[in-house]
């Protein structure tokens, strides 16, 4: 019985686990949304439109597809980011609320969790995340591979993550709703290098697909 608890206790798979220790996990998932599909199921602000994608956050992750979340440190404080709000205004909006709200949802659930290694405050979470983004333009590597914007233009999900694979030399993740792509993540060890992401459940496209400029 005492081996049944533990075993209870200490298997995770697939699920999110409240208030873990800062830099306990695997890898990071850094991730990124198209408005267009986001905003297709989610009632959105307008004005929020833009054909690239969009910051949604950088999670920390388990191999076995577990993850930590609202662990213990420093409350969000948007002040502590002004150096770079017009930046994470642009390119990590929210789409249904104001954008300090989302940032301190992400800061809260996985940014309080991810910091470890180079990441050593709630400036740095923010400030790395946006140097991912601006590293690897996930955007334009579609683009370099004729993956545009287009309500009609379909593309194969196998050829969207072979694209972004060539682009950037490792395997990327991506999911959809329906047809439409919605989410692309990269993964990244704890000292922020690229890595090939492992096969995670809830991240899974197949068939035809489009990335709507819609
Ligand atoms: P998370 O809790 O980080 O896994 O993010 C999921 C939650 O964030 C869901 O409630 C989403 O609807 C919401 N969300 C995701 N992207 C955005 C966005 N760009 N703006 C506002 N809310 C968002």
Known sequence: IITIILLIGTTKAGMIYEGG????????????????????????????????????????????GSYPSFCKGQPFDVDEIADIEPQLDTIWPSLTGPNPDFWAHEWSKHGTCSITGPLAD???????TVHIYQTY????????????????????????????????????????TGNRLVTVAFCLTKDLKLMSCPALNGWSCSGNVILPAT
């Open 21 to 64: 220790d800062p830099g306990d996990f695997d890898f990071y998932l850094f991730v990124e949304q198209w408005i267009y599909s986001f905003c297709d199921t989610q009632s959105c602000l307008p004005g929020k439109e833009r054909e690239a994608f969009t910051i949604h956050g950088l999670w920390p992750n388990n191999n076995d």
């Open 122 to 128: 709630l400036h740095d979470y923010f400030f790395a």
């Open 137 to 176: 333009n996930i955007t334009g590597g579609l683009a370099q591979f004729n993956i545009l914007p287009s309500d009609n233009a379909t593309y194969s999900a196998p050829s969207v993550v072979d694209a972004l694979s060539k682009q950037f030399g490792v395997t990327p993740l991506i999911q959809c």
